[in-house]
Structures are given as structure tokens and as C-alpha cells.
């Protein structure tokens, strides 16, 4: 029976991770995803990760015309704290 709770906690858990990046500006998911995608699994302790606003330009062609990229992604660094 502790396996099933546990099972349900684990879902619920999940659940609500998915609702909260639904509710995430595109430039914080943006973000977001490309420091999800620096960590290294194999770190058993906080490192700091530098994710500079020219690297994010690049790695979403999207924003690469857009005038207006840096503003909205300091805004949505912002919006993440």
C-alpha cells in the first residue's frame, strides 16, 4: 500500500510540473530548457551555470531577427525570479 501512495505522490508531483511550464512566458521556457539542458547528471552538488543572452540567440534561430530578443529575454530572466 506505501508503494501505491508513493506512486500517486510521484504522479501528482509530475503533474504539477507540467502545469506549471505550461504557464511559462515562450522566452522563460526558452530559458529555462537550455539550463535544464546544462546540468550533468553525474553532479552531486550546486554548480553554477552561466547561460549568456548571445548563446540563447543563437541556439533559437527564431531570435535571431528579432529586435527586440534581448528585452524579452531579460524580462522573462526576470519574470523567473
Known sequence: MVS????????TKANEFTAASY???PDAHRIVSVA????????LDFTTCRIYTK??????????N??????????ATDSLM
Open 66 to 75: 528579432d529586435k527586440n530578443a534581448i528585452a524579452r529575454l531579460d524580462e
Open 23 to 25: 504557464s511559462l512566458l
Open 55 to 64: 548563446k540563447l540567440i543563437e541556439y533559437y534561430p527564431s531570435l535571431k
Open 36 to 43: 535544464v539542458s546544462v546540468i550533468n547528471k553525474n553532479d
Open 4 to 11: 501505491v501512495v508513493f506512486i500517486a505522490h510521484i504522479i
